[in-house]
């Protein structure tokens, strides 16, 4: 299927989702499975607990499939949306998204290609055996592919922002919903995409790089993120929330994942190579704190999107179709894996809740079900897009 005029960078989401979804399952084998000897678990702890044939086994043989499937899903979707765009650069309605409001949705494009080295680091883990013993061959390539996502996302934020500043030429009439924070977004997966090689590198250099690259692209985030958030919520006060964009109301939910993740992070890499002993009570303040705020937006954003039918009309309707539905799959992953860091993180590391047991799996249900339903989603949205 050929969009050219009609298509437009958000349709980049569907594979950021389906990515964000890959990596998704990946967590009941980053807590589930023992790893004692590295920071997040690999294909040398994995399959030998998925031969021993016990409720283990059983949920990671279900993780792995998953795992592949979204994958695949991503790297389709990615080439699909890729051929896309470059048909869309000729044609009129870039030059006019370009001189709009729209041009920072831009930002998915460098979005999406940072979400492909972490699904990529996930495959690699999984998937190749002894690959932990060459990882700090492959750091430097990691904050390299992070670097590129990150000049590119600079690249469009300066370009947007300098136009703007220089024409004066804001529509603050369309801006009636928090769809701005698209470029927020795209700082903070860079951010946590840095932070990565800062928290797990043994090698100082390494780490040093990562965790600069995370605070500059996670300052950037923050900065602009009190002044979207302000501006957003103004207009809609003002003007009431545009219908078809009412997921963006759900965006906080991804930005707040990733700079928290980012966050621990950087913490981990402070306290292996930077000899700064990080108390285990500020991860669990951190991330009660990041749960708590993602709750109420997920709340309010529910209920605006119940009232003004945006379910309704553009996702259970065959009528209708929106590229900007497929933002409602980034804030149910997000959700769910940052849920997933604070039950391990900030109540069983602090010895909260014992790991394994009753209250352990119970706390997981939630975001167990939130995962399933953006997984269903995903899914209907797919069909009626027909990628």
């Known amino acids: 299927m050929e969009l050219r ?42 399959f030998p607990k998925l031969m021993e044939g016990t409720w283990l086994s059983f949920i990671i043989a279900f993780s792995l499939v998953f795992i592949i499937v979204f994958a695949f899903f991503h790297f389709k979707l990615l080439i699909w949306n890729t051929k896309q765009f470059n048909m869309y650069k000729k ?31 996930v495959l690699g883990a999984v998937f190749v055996p002894n690959l932990w013993s060459v990882v700090e061959y492959m750091f430097p390539f990691a904050l390299m592919g992070f670097t590129i996502a990150g000049y590119f996302a600079l690249k469009i934020t300066f370009e947007y922002f300098s136009r703007l500043l220089i024409t004066g030429d804001f529509d603050f009439t369309k801006n ?54 302000t501006m957003g919520f103004k207009n809609m006060f003002e003007q009431g929330i545009a219908v078809e964009a009412s997921p963006s109301m759900w965006i906080i939910l991804p930005i707040l994942t990733l700079l928290g993740i980012m966050m621990i992070r950087v913490s981990f890499g402070l306290d292996h190579n930077f000899d700064s002993n990080m108390a285990k009570s500020s991860l669990f303040t951190l991330t009660s704190i990041i749960v708590s705020i993602q709750v109420i937006f997920g709340i309010l954003g529910y209920k605006i999107m119940k009232m003004n039918g945006y379910f309704n009309k553009y996702i259970y309707s065959n009528e209708n179709r929106s590229s900007v539905s497929f933002s409602l799959i980034c804030p149910g992953v997000a959700f769910m ?29 939630p975001f167990i079900y939130i995962q399933f339903i953006t997984v269903k989603t995903f899914f209907r949205l797919k069909k009626k897009f027909i990628f």
Do not use: R, W
């Not at 967590?27 to 997040?40: E, R």
């Not at 100082?204 to 602009?224: H, M, P, R």
């Not at 997933?340 to 249900?365: C, D, P, Q, R, W």
């Open 91 to 121: 044609s009129d309605a870039y030059k006019t998204l370009i001189k709009s409001n729209a041009e920072i949705t831009l930002m998915t494009i460098p979005l999406t290609y940072a979400m492909t080295i972490n699904v990529c680091f």
């Open 5 to 46: 005029e009609k298509f437009n960078p958000m349709c980049f989401l569907s594979s950021l989702g389906s990515g964000g979804l890959s990596v998704s399952f990946f967590m009941y084998l980053m807590f589930l499975v023992p790893h004692k000897d590295t920071p997040m678990a690999t294909f040398n702890h994995i």
């Open 176 to 229: 009636n919903n928090l769809s701005q924070m698209i470029s927020i977004f795209a700082l903070s997966m860079v951010a946590v995409g840095f932070a990565a090689p800062g928290a797990m590198s043994h090698n100082i250099t390494v780490n040093a790089i990562g965790i600069f690259g995370a605070l500059f692209f996670g300052s950037f985030a923050i900065l602009l993120l009190i002044i979207k958030i």
């Open 337 to 365: 894996v940052f849920g997933m860091f604070f039950i391990n993180f900030g109540l069983t590391y602090n010895g909260i809740v014992e790991k394994y047991s009753l209250a352990y799996f119970l706390l997981m249900l």
